[in-house]
């Protein structure tokens, strides 16, 4: 081994030395891209129309993992611009999708666009610089019960679909969060207060064709709580204690099968709020959550 004495180096090479550090830094902090946003990539095609999704990538020297956002709207109204700026700002790739509406098509329709979502992404990470193995689904109110559904749902049949091309990727994914979403379609009438009645009712007719007594099977086939088992993600469900459009018992429905299955649902619940209120996204509520997200998929 040789060493470079300063007392015998001439001072030119001290300049060329520097030089190629600032360059090699200078080329360092060039090699990690800016953070941007690609909207409205096509991700499947169903019925005539293209299903479109906004990816927004961080600005990170590596793959970051990627959190999928579910708009809410009661499953039939919303759109992928609505994706909480905090999930953006917190170093994660973020995708938001649009989904067939309960307008559109009857449930599992939306489950089946967004899993062919979840597949397409999956297939797509090497092409746009995230991670294909820590992939988390969140969404609010109606997006934050089709999150939960289709992180407990890996691999179901009658939820699968065929849309998308795809399919020989899972849907699977590695962490949920659900703000103020329902869990037991079944139990969200009977819970609901006259004023949550207003909406609820004519929403879930919507969802599935019918009332849940007119449909069973199939309301069962729409809640979370049904299809928990000991394999399912990690969730961290957050949800006011006031609201009045998904009463409260639906996330501690959602809490207590996890808990039947083995499992740790972690909740926060938000004392005086209602339903999907700025509490929700700022403050204590945005640091749980990227917290859990760090935890469960990394960063």
Known sequence: MWRLSSARTPRGWHLAALWCLAFAASAAAAAVPEARSIPNIPYASVDGRTLLLDLHLPASEHPAPLVIYLHGGAWRMGDKA???????????????????SSEEARFPANVHDIKAGVRFLRASAAR???????????????????????GVTRGHAELEGSV???????????????????????????????????????????LLGGLPDQ??????????????????PPVLILHGDQDLNVPVNQALELQAAYQRAGLVAEMMLINGVGHVARPFFTGAATDRAVEFLHRTIGR
């Open 164 to 206: 998308g091309e795809h399919r020989d990727e899972s849907s699977a994914v590695q962490a949920v969060i659900t703000w103020a979403g329902a869990s037991n379609i079944n139990t969200i009438i009977p819970q609901s207060t006259p004023e949550g009645l207003k909406l609820r009712v004519p929403a879930v007719q919507l």
């Open 82 to 100: 609505e994706v909480p700026p905090f999930l953006m700002q917190s170093g994660f790739a973020v995708a938001s999708l649009d989904f067939r």
């Open 215 to 232: 449909l069973p099977e199939l309301a069962i086939l729409a809640s979370p709580v049904e299809h928990v088992d000991a394999g399912d």
């Open 128 to 150: 746009f610089g995230y991670r294909a193995d820590r992939i988390a689904i969140s969404g609010s109110s109606s997006g934050g019960h089709l999150a939960a559904l289709t």
